[in-house]
């Protein structure tokens, strides 16, 4: 089948043995720690407000924390036992988030569930609200609750469902493994997902450095309707959504504009298997596969229960092979550096990735040389470099005008500058001051 692609974009080491690698040909195993720690505002929009107090007993799957409000979602118990904190906690922002731990009994006591059977024979009007019950949220790095992104503003339409298992980030195997055990289940999720939109077109779409993953899910979408796989040339961000949707169907997303304008909707592969569980079995989100890799004695693919600490995780691999330099939450091209091993993992934890001190030490910025290596890289056909000198010189107007808010921080155009300037982290500050201004002008417009 012919393999598509989008424009631009780069080639990190996917298969050596700091890659991808140590982990592909490894099964997903089960693991589950004494106890868990649960953050309240690991998905995009309002945290979630705790609804049980320190001595409670509580069952697997049973609520513990209700939306914060339409962007938000519930949380639920991943493991049964007694909530032993509800307090704020050091996490990965500027300021402690909340968050409930629960000591684990191993009793792996569930909740009264309601499944609703078959989703080729659910009513489609049930899907989109079990969905929000279940707590589901984007599983591929964003977080952003499920339920939102399949509820459309009046006038807008969707005709084509892409399900993202491109999986390009390095070191990341989880989606992979996922597509081999459980793939019926992904095909599930997206039929249901399908008939609650009426949209008769659901692709597949999977990167060709996993042959295994592609047969896999071409033999459980036979028979089921309007289900189809799209193989993908392996290139990174290929699985940034708007480079999907360029590779699969030939649509670009316009600046500033969303998915669902080109009348497209993506999901990842392991947000579809949750959605197959919270229909076919009634089952809320509190667990997902991630993959451990880098310098651990032992990688692997873990399911790993929803507010793992990440030591727990790592103990569990035998511990650190080498020194460690930096420890990533995600892939290392997107990843976010966590400060200590005692912060713990949430539902868009694909990875847990340890550098050794060599690896994890920053390089210094030298002078740009003009090159255009950045520019040539980019995968929205951005101007680096020319962005870079206006956050640097904190003209945030400027880096307005360079379209900085579409840039998506795949870091390619930094993997590919010789120069090694720090381009991605320039962008993220200054989209964070432009967001920071537009919701103080949008607060002091509603106070007047």
């Not at 424009?7 to 490894?26: A, F």
């Not at 868990?36 to 069952?59: E, H, Q, R, Y």
């Not at 609703?116 to 279940?134: M, W």
């Not at 912060?343 to 994890?360: L, Q």
Request: aromatic share 4%; net charge positive; charged share 20%.
């Amino acid at each position: 089948m012919f393999k598509k692609t989008f424009r631009r974009g780069i080639h990190p080491l996917h298969n050596q043995h700091e890659g991808k690698g140590p982990t592909r040909h490894l099964p997903i195993e089960d693991y589950v720690s004494d106890s868990v720690v649960i953050p309240m505002n690991t998905n995009i929009g309002a945290p979630s407000v705790p609804c049980v107090k320190k001595g409670d007993l509580v069952k697997m799957g049973q609520v513990i924390a209700t939306a914060g409000g339409f962007v938000g979602v519930p949380v639920h118990a991943s493991v049964s036992g007694e909530v032993t904190a509800v307090e704020p906690i050091p996490y990965l922002g500027s300021v402690p988030a909340m968050a409930i731990t629960i000591k684990n009994d191993f009793n792996d006591t569930w909740c009264d569930l309601s499944p609703l059977g078959s989703v080729e024979q659910v009513d489609p009007a049930k899907v989109i609200p079990a969905i929000q019950a279940a707590g589901i949220t984007g599983m591929g790095g964003a977080s952003f609750p499920t339920h939102v992104k399949l509820t459309f503003r009046e006038g807008a339409s969707c005709d084509t469902i892409v399900v993202n298992g491109a999986e390009c980030e390095t070191h990341l195997t989880a989606d992979h493994r996922l597509m081999l055990e459980n793939s019926t289940r992904i095909v599930d999720g997206l039929r249901a997902v399908m008939r609650a939109l009426k949209v008769g077109k659901g692709i597949i779409a999977i990167e060709d450095n996993k042959p295994d993953a592609i047969a896999a899910m071409q033999k459980a979408a036979q028979g089921r309707d309007g289900v189809s796989v799209q193989p993908l040339k392996t290139k990174y961000p290929q699985g940034g959504e708007k480079q999907l949707i360029e590779a699969v169907t030939g649509r670009q997303v316009p600046s500033g504009k969303l998915p669902i304008d080109v009348h497209v909707v993506v999901l990842n592969v392991g947000t579809c298997a949750a959605i197959a569980d919270a229909i076919i079995d009634g089952k809320p989100l509190i667990s997902r596969v991630t993959t451990v890799t880098g310098h651990v004695v032992n990688p692997k693919n873990l399911r790993l229960r929803i507010g793992t600490i990440a030591g727990d995780a790592i103990g569990y691999c035998g511990g650190f092979s080498q020194e460690p330099g930096k420890i990533f939450f995600g892939g290392a091209m997107t990843g976010i550096c966590i400060p200590n091993t005692q912060v713990p993992m949430a539902k868009s934890t694909n990875g847990i990735v340890v550098f050794n001190e060599k690896e994890g030490k920053s390089k210094d910025e030298s002078p740009c040389i003009r090159c255009g290596r950045c520019v040539a890289a980019c995968p929205i056909g951005l101007n680096p470099y020319q962005i870079k000198v206006a956050a640097d010189k904190s003209d945030f107007a400027a880096a307005e005008k360079l379209h900085v808010n579409d840039c998506m921080l795949c870091g390619s155009c930094a993997y590919a500058c010789p120069s090694r300037r720090w381009l991605t982290p320039s962008f993220k500050f200054a989209k964070d001051k432009l967001a920071a201004e537009a919701k103080a002008k949008a607060q002091g417009g509603a106070n007047k």
